[in-house]
Every structure is written in structure tokens, then in C-alpha cells.
């Protein structure tokens, strides 16, 4: 393979755009004799990574006994039926049903809006006559302290 072509494949490979079959053209050959002298430090990169693949991890792994708690999976399936047990009383109960204050006659309900405006109005009122104590109040001081 040409020194030229081998720069273009590393260009690639290092951009992630090769192929599986360019990667090997270029792991066959660094692995070859034949590497040119301005490509020879990335020679070690690529018999790292034949090393690496030929690598196998031969340590045992102890493996420990699954201790199993069936009290936690008994307590997680009767907190389920306890949940399942209240969203269906809660969906299945009949509620009564409550008199929302509707009228029968638009007279009533008149009479009954007259009512609730004539206390808002009667609220409206002790408000402003406490202001106009207020201000009273701010003359008589403000005669007092002659400020």
C-alpha cells in the first residue's frame, strides 16, 4: 500500500468515517514490516489494539448467594391491594349529591343576588367609613403635633 493512500485511510480513520474494511487494511498494515518512516509512530496504536482484542480477563468473579427477602415482596404486593382496594372505593362510592344553590325562577334568583350585593355593599361601606376615621384621625394629629 502507497505511503499516500495509508495517510488518507488515517485522515479517515481518525474523522470516524472508515470502513470496517479500511480499518483492516490499516491493521494489516502497520502489522507488516513494511511501515514508512514518517508512519512508523502510529505503528504502537495499532498493535495496542491487536493486543487489546486478544486480551481476556481470567480472574473469577465470586459470586454471592441472592439473599431473597420475601417480606419486602409481600409487603410491595399488600401496599398494592391496599392502593387498588382505595382507588376503587373512591371510584365506585356514590357521592350525594349537593344543592349548589340553583333557583327554579329567575325571580328567585334575583331576589338572591340582591341579597349577596347588599352585603358586599354593607362590607364596602364599614371600609370607607374607617378611612374617613383615618383621616380624621391624621388631622387631629397632624393639629396636634403642628406639623
Excluded: C
Amino acid at each position: 500500500m502507497e505511503s499516500k493512500q495509508v495517510k488518507q485511510l488515517l485522515e479517515k480513520y481518525f474523522e470516524g468515517q472508515t470502513s470496517i474494511a479500511e480499518e483492516k487494511q490499516l491493521k494489516a498494515y502497520f502489522s507488516s514490516e513494511d511501515v514508512a518512516p514518517d508512519l512508523v509512530s502510529y505503528q504502537p496504536m495499532f498493535a495496542n489494539f491487536r493486543m487489546q482484542r486478544e486480551e481476556q480477563f481470567t480472574k473469577a468473579l465470586p459470586l454471592q448467594p441472592r439473599k431473597h427477602n420475601h417480606i419486602v415482596k409481600w409487603i410491595g404486593i399488600a401496599a398494592s391491594f391496599v392502593v387498588l382496594f382505595g382507588v376503587l372505593q373512591f371510584y365506585f362510592s356514590e357521592s350525594p349529591k349537593e344543592d349548589l344553590g340553583t333557583f327554579n325562577s329567575p325571580e328567585e334568583a334575583f331576589v338572591a343576588t340582591q341579597k349577596a350585593l347588599d352585603m358586599v355593599s354593607n362590607s364596602v361601606n364599614q371600609g370607607v367609613e374607617s378611612v374617613a376615621v383615618l383621616k380624621e384621625y391624621e388631622k387631629t394629629k397632624k393639629t396636634i403635633f403642628k406639623e
